[in-house]
Structure formats: C-alpha cells, structure tokens
C-alpha cells in the first residue's frame, strides 16, 4: 500500500504565498508523474499542475507564471509553490502519484487526502 501525506496549507491573504508538500511512502520501487489538482464545492476536480520523474513540467494555464511544481526523488516528495495568490485559487489540493510498487506490477494511481488553501483578506 501506498500513502500520500499532504502538508502546508492554510489561510493567506491575496497576494500572499504557500507551499505545499506531499511525500508518498509505503511499497515503492518508482513514481512515475506525480501532481497536483484542486477541487471546489460543486465542480470538478481540475488539473493544477503535473511533473514526471525526468522534471517535465505541465500547468494549469490559471496558474501559470505564479506556481511551480517540483519533486525530490530521493524523498519521492512534490511541492507546489504557490505566489500571487488569487482568491480564486481557494480549494481543497490533492496530491496524485503515479506509483509502481514492485519492478514487475503496473502502475497505480494514488491520492493524498487533500489539504485546504483559503485565500482570503
């Protein structure tokens, strides 16, 4: 089994700056693309940004120029840095991972269990 821990949000004001954090842990051999997505009452969960294990980068067009994803492979850890905060940004982030938990399975696709960025003055 694999587990996604998300950290770092919170309440900020517009403008203002978070990081987020997701590290997997449990039976790895590798991760694939790891990402972020957020979700608001009533609609779908959307795409924020996404990173492969080579460092090839794909965003949101919302967030583009202010968020940028990056991973630690050592620590198979994502971030998301979020700048110039828009209210609209407010969500619930989830992680995702693209794991493969032994050298001979397939991939899988995990979920953290999300983690709450208010964006409010």
């Known amino acids: 089994q694999v587990q996604l821990v998300e950290s770092g949000g919170g309440l900020v004001q517009p403008g203002g700056s978070l990081r987020l954090s997701c590290a997997a842990s449990g039976s790895i051999f590798s991760i694939n693309a790891m990402g972020w997505y957020r979700q608001v009452p009533g609609k779908q969960r959307e795409l924020v940004a996404t990173?492969?294990?080579?460092?090839?980068?794909n965003y949101a067009d919302s967030v583009k120029g202010r968020f940028t994803i990056s991973r630690d492979n050592a620590k198979n850890t994502v971030y998301l840095q979020m700048n110039s905060l828009k209210p609209e940004d407010a969500a619930v982030y989830y992680c995702?991972?693209?794991?493969?938990?032994?050298?001979?399975?397939?991939?899988?696709?995990?979920w953290g269990q999300g983690t709450q960025v208010t964006v409010s003055s």
């Open positions: 990173i492969t294990s080579g460092g090839s980068t």
């Open positions: 995702n991972a693209r794991v493969r938990p032994r050298p001979d399975s397939v991939e899988y696709n995990y």
